[in-house]
């Protein structure tokens, strides 16, 4: 008989992988230095910084990287793509507008220059369509392909959309449709600028955050950092069609492993499992209070015919993330949703 344990190693002698990358961005925070003008740091999509004048700055980075983010033989202008689309799917996220990029360019001694091009094609051809300006970066050699994406945004003076201003009884929904990223919509994926943009202007959310690693890993952050709870019924998740085919099987080992942890031999996961857990949506899970909520329905449906679902509610049980099937409640979080993993 083997007696468990309880691991009281300090968090700085653990892994990365033992802590997650939560805790990890919670104990780098602490190293960090601040500044009187910066108005939201570590922690929400983008930082907002205050220079001055009628907008602050919104500031992003991200990599996309060779087997992690994408597999070998990806098409160039596919990674170009993906690679802006992350960072403006953020911008997106605070109600913002792009305006600058920097990239920064990692790539092995032989890649062939007719690749780099086709890299940087897909990257300038989204910047151009959100209007965005490509100013600059550096390249290095390295193992593997690489590209660091930062960006600069603006947002009028104090009206960033954090994560933090969702209130008790606020309705929370979901842009599109979620689920279909290993069947390629991570490389595809189009930022939703306009939506973001529209959703602050008209003063309907009062949090917002695009999702990156699936809803059951974005929306507690979302909880967290506004100090409340949330309750989402299972029914009202719009899971995409592709999500909804049976076993799927992913595209690379390493992008399977980010995004929920499980081995490829896992098998057949539900679509719900899929929209729950594989991330890399880019679509924007926001909260509307529930006074607004029925006016919002139809403002957005006149604006947009791009799906908008409401998916559930933001309850007083801080920190609690719930998923609500009929009368049956479970945990919603990483671990929380594999119990869907072998249904269909
Ligand atoms: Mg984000």
Redesign the pocket.
Known sequence: MRLQTTDYRPQTMKSVAEIGENALIRQLSRLVPGRADVVAGIGD?CAVVRVGGRYDLLLKSDPVIERVHFPPGTPGERIGRKAVGRVL??LA?MGGEPLWILMDLVAPAKTAVRRIEALYRGAARLARRHGAAIVGGDTSRGPALELHVFAVGRVPRGKAVLRSGARVGDRVYVTGVLGGSLQGWHLRFPPRLAEGRWLREGGWVTAM??V?DGLAADLPRLAAASGVGVEVEADAIPVSPAARCADHRPQTKDIRRKKGGESPAAGARSGLAHALGDGEDFELVFTVPACKSAAFEQAWRRKFRLRCSAIGWITGAKGRVRLREGDRISALDVAGYEHFRDRR
């Open positions: 999509d799917s953020d996220a955050m695009d990156s």
